[in-house]
């Protein structure tokens, strides 16, 4: 997941401009905004959602809209990328929708911020799923699916690794460029180099070839069945295994295996072994097949865009509205209830925050349902990250430096340890905009795990933060950019709570981490939950960590709750069997 998520230390309130409705049915040309400072208590972004927010109670209980729904189809708690994706995709299918969200902005560890000129992704600089082909662009699909589109910058290349034993291999957009590559530091494996990535294009073009909705649906799944059973098939077959005992069966080089574990820790901060196939094919074909593309402006404008254009459809976002639980009646999720006592009401219940904090904070009055504790006997919480967002001189950085790099010097035992290896982007090579003239932008990630930061007093507290970081830097200054330290003119450093105090990531973790070896995908919870009308999305549900999953998640999750509350074609009976077998398959994972 380090392709995925970042926080840094608290951004000031970035300006965000209410949208105007877009002309129906064409597509918008958007960017991120230009940003500026703001002061305390004049945020543009605090002004619109309380505009919104006059709009959104004049449809909840005890504001005018009566009982049973408030007028809304759903509310969605969290305005990730997942739980916007779903939300756009139900306000493109005409449902009524009030996203709630805690902050001034959308877009949770997709979003921005801005110091001193310097305009920074809070997370992942690296982004799949953002082409203008395929069936797996899904951002560029959602942001159609509400009228928008987004000019993007192609980028040369994913990653360059720089690992053990000097070996160095870039990861080229061209995937012919990749593999020439890697069978020149490997000429002994090119059979199995050709066979290991040849399997994760059959896995990718099955995917590509089929419209992907909610595996939850019946209808769905027996209508792409038989447009497509062989791709469908293929899919079955590799959903319960993993990436790296699909590598083993074709490589027999220990430092190759090796690398392809540092290929899918970017995915998913585990090794292959431990990270589904279909999850690694995703990944490591749309890279070449669509291509990074990194959205002019920066990634926050995706967010913002989503944000637009769900307003565009009619629906809302409300800003600084903290919900702090879900309100069932009978057993079934009607509404929730914000920290400030207010209460809003709609047919469905659709939660972006992770499931430790769905099932534990929203719903912490309920008892525990099965589902859940299998998915907690099945997975763990993944280590958060320490992350350093710096501004640097130009001059440091040498001539056709790649955007994105990952580093591990020494030991490859140490990847998946805490603080082991480094990502690093730096936005910058590809949009100089972001930083003043003459600098550019580094964004530097490693895992941490909370533990190792909670019970220090403040003093400590920073003081620690301080020598990690330095010493992160210092590995990156010996490794790549000899005199980075004295090129840094802003550094901000944010530790496992930055990314759960800011973000309410459940102890900073982004995504669940199989306790042991899993079986694929089989294990992963999906949209749906025990409680009636209430929904998961993002990245504790199927299928997993990282950009494009959670869009993929968000895209499966509006189609069913579509279903379910009639704005698709839905079939009860076959429904039941399917969930029935989906949770036995879960239970032998």
Not at 16 to 24: D, V, Y
Not at 219 to 227: A, D, S
Not at 362 to 372: G, R, V
Request: glycine fraction near 12%; charged fraction near 20%; aromatic fraction near 8%.
């Amino acid at each position: 997941m380090p392709l995925l998520l970042l926080a840094a230390a608290r951004p000031r309130s970035p300006v965000l401009r209410p949208s105007s409705a877009s002309s129906a049915g064409a597509a918008r040309a958007s960017r991120a905004r230009p940003l500026g400072d703001t002061r305390r208590g004049t945020s543009a972004a605090a002004v619109a959602s309380e505009k919104l927010g006059v709009k959104v109670e004049e449809g909840g209980r005890g504001g005018g809209g009566g009982g049973g729904g408030g007028g809304y189809d759903a509310i969605v708690v969290g305005s990730g990328i997942g739980g916007l994706v779903a939300a756009t995709q139900l306000a493109a299918k005409g449902a009524r929708v009030l996203v709630l969200e805690k902050y001034v902005i959308p877009g949770g560890s997709s979003g921005y911020y801005r110091r001193d000129g310097f305009t920074f992704d809070v997370g992942s600089s690296v982004m799949f799923g953002f082409s203008d082909k395929g069936n797996l662009n899904l951002i560029t699909q959602a942001l159609e699916a509400v009228g928008h589109k987004m000019e993007v910058i192609p980028d040369p290349s994913t990653v360059h690794f720089h690992l053990p034993g000097d070996l160095s291999v870039l990861v080229h957009r061209e995937y012919d460029d990749f593999v020439t590559e890697l069978v020149n530091k490997f000429p002994h494996e090119k059979e199995g180099i050709m066979k290991f990535y040849g399997t994760c294009w059959k896995i990718f073009n099955s995917l590509n070839s089929l419209e992907l909705k909610s595996l939850e649906e019946p209808l769905y799944l027996f209508g792409q069945f038989f447009q497509k059973p062989l791709e469908c098939l293929t899919l079955a077959y590799y959903l319960p295994q993993n990436a790296g005992d699909i590598a083993r069966k074709f490589i027999k080089d220990q430092q190759l295996l090796s690398f392809i574990d540092a290929e899918c820790f970017i995915v998913s901060t585990v090794n292959a072994l431990q990270t589904p196939m279909i999850n690694a094919s995703m990944v490591l074909c749309d890279r070449h097949f669509g291509g990074i593309n990194y959205p002019v402006g920066g990634v926050g404008g995706i967010a913002m865009s989503l944000a637009d254009g769900l307003v565009d459809k009619g629906s809302e976002i409300q800003y600084k509205a903290n919900v702090a639980n879900v309100i069932l009646e009978n057993g079934k999720a009607v509404g929730v209830k914000l920290s400030n006592g207010k209460e809003f009401f709609a047919k469905t219940v659709i939660s972006n925050a992770t499931r430790w904090d769905t099932f534990g904070k929203l719903l912490k009055d309920e008892e525990l349902p099965e589902e859940e504790k299998n998915f907690q006997k099945n997975y763990v919480k993944a280590p958060s990250f320490l992350s350093i967002h710096m501004g640097v001189k130009a001059s440091v950085l040498p001539a056709g430096t790649d955007c994105h790099h990952f580093v591990l010097e020494d030991d490859w035992s140490n990847l998946e340890k805490p603080y082991g290896s480094i990502f690093l982007s730096i936005p910058t090579v590809l949009d100089p905009s972001l930083a003043p003239e003459g600098h550019h932008i580094l964004h530097i990630f490693t895992t941490a795990g909370i533990e190792d930061w909670e019970g220090l007093p403040r003093k400590d507290y920073e003081k620690k933060k301080e020598l990690v970081a330095n010493e992160i830097i210092k590995r990156l200054e010996n490794k790549l950019f000899p005199g980075l330290q004295d090129s840094i003119v802003l550094k901000e450093v944010g530790s496992p709570k930055t990314h759960r105090r800011f973000l309410a990531r459940n102890d900073g973790t982004y995504g669940p981490m199989p306790r042991g070896k899993p079986k694929g995908l089989l294990a992963m919870p999906f949209n749906t939950t025990s409680i009636d009308g209430l929904y998961c999305v993002g990245d504790s549900c199927f299928p997993g960590q990282g950009v494009i999953a959670v869009a993929f998640s968000g895209i499966m999750c509006a189609h069913r709750v579509a279903a379910d509350i009639g704005l698709e074609q839905r079939s009860p009976v076959l429904d039941a069997g399917l969930l029935g077998l989906l949770r036995w398959l879960r239970t032998l994972a």
